[in-house]
């Protein structure tokens, strides 16, 4: 099982938001934000959970490379 603050997602593994925010390094805007993109949270006995499985469909779903990047000019 990953630490929970590796910076590491286990497909393997279920998530609560604290715990997925302390793995990926979001805050609450980024966690918002990605489930306004299509990040899936499942509940159960009034809690939300994130399964890893969700977590890297997710990413696998966001842009390879940032839309501000090719707005950035190299000096």
Known sequence: MADPT???IDTANI????A???ATGWGKAGI??????GLV????SGKA?????????FL???PS?????SKISPR
């Open 20 to 22: 997925l925010a302390r």
């Open 6 to 8: 590796s910076g590491i």
């Open 65 to 69: 490379e940032s839309p501000t990047a």
């Open 15 to 18: 998530y609560t938001l604290p």
């Open 60 to 62: 696998r779903s966001c």
């Open 41 to 44: 949270v499942r509940y159960a």
């Open 32 to 37: 918002r934000s990605a489930r306004r993109k």
């Open 49 to 57: 959970f994130v399964l890893g499985t969700d977590v890297a469909e």
